[in-house]
C-alpha cells in the first residue's frame, strides 16, 4: 500500500499540537475510533514508548501494541508490532511552527491483514485519515483558544 499523507494548518503553537499527539492515553476524548489506550512502556525518560491500543476501524473491533518513536523535535512515529486487523501499520506525525500557526502533517502506511483491493483500502486510509487530522487539528484549535 502506498503512503497515504495529510497536512493541515492549524491556528495552534507546534508544542500545543505535540502536547495531544504525545497525550495517547487521552486519544479516546478526542478520537471515537479509539475505545482505550494504555501506556505498556517507557523509555528512560518517562515517554511512552510501546502502547496498547482498542480500537473500531471501519466497523471493525481490534486490539493493537504499537512502539513509539521520536526520531526529531515535533515528531512522533508508531510502528505497529501486534494487531488483528493490519499486517503492517506506520504513521508518523510532523508539525513545523509557522508563526502564529503551524502545519501538521500526518503520514499513514498501512497493509490490511486480509486481501482487499487497494482502492478500497486507499480510500479506507484517506477517510481515516482525514478523520484522524481534522479531530487534531479541532482539539489543538480549542485547546490554544483557551
Known sequence: MPLVSK??????????????VADFESYPQWNEEIKGCWVLARYNDGR?????????????SGTFITA??????????????????????????SVVPIGPTSLL??????ETAMPIPK???????GDTLDYLADNLKARAEKLAAS
Open 105 to 110: 502533517t500526518v503520514d499513514l502506511d498501512v
Open 7 to 20: 497536512t493541515v494548518e492549524v491556528t495552534a503553537a507546534a508544542d500545543t499540537i505535540m502536547a495531544i
Open 119 to 125: 482502492p478500497m483500502v486507499k480510500k479506507a486510509i
Open 48 to 60: 511512552p514508548s510501546q502502547l496498547r491500543l482498542d480500537v473500531v476501524v471501519q466497523g471493525q
Open 68 to 93: 513509539v518513536y521520536y526520531p526529531g523535535e515535533n515528531q512522533i512515529y508508531t510502528v505497529l508490532q501486534q494487531g488483528d486487523l493490519f499486517a503492517k501499520q506506520e504513521q508518523k506525525f
